[in-house]
């Protein structure tokens, strides 16, 4: 990479952002399926609660990050999905 790589792109990372949504396109550990959706919701934490208590698989509990509160889970093909709401 240098200087004149966009701001958040690395060789194993980039994104395409338009009006608050995103699509995320990387390599490498972010699901036996390959791929990895993140959706923007208003309670990451509720949201959470819910899905533990239907036993979805839950790779990442709710972590706070400088873009988002965000949790991961798994889907039944290995997929990653992404859910954040505002950070805290």
């Known amino acids: 990479m240098d200087s004149r790589t966009p701001r958040g ?3 194993d990372f980039t994104s395409i952002n338009r009006l608050g949504a ?10 036996r399926g390959g791929a990895w959706l993140w959706i923007g919701v208003d309670d990451v934490e509720k ?3 819910q899905l533990k208590e239907r036993g979805v698989c839950i790779r990442l509990e709710p972590t706070n990050y400088p873009w988002a509160l965000e949790m991961h889970i798994e889907d039944p093909d290995g997929n990653v ?7 805290k």
């Open 81 to 87: 999905l992404r859910f954040g709401s505002d950070p």
């Open 9 to 11: 792109v690395t060789e």
């Open 47 to 49: 949201l959470h609660e």
């Open 22 to 31: 995103g699509i995320y396109l990387c390599r490498g550990d972010q699901g």
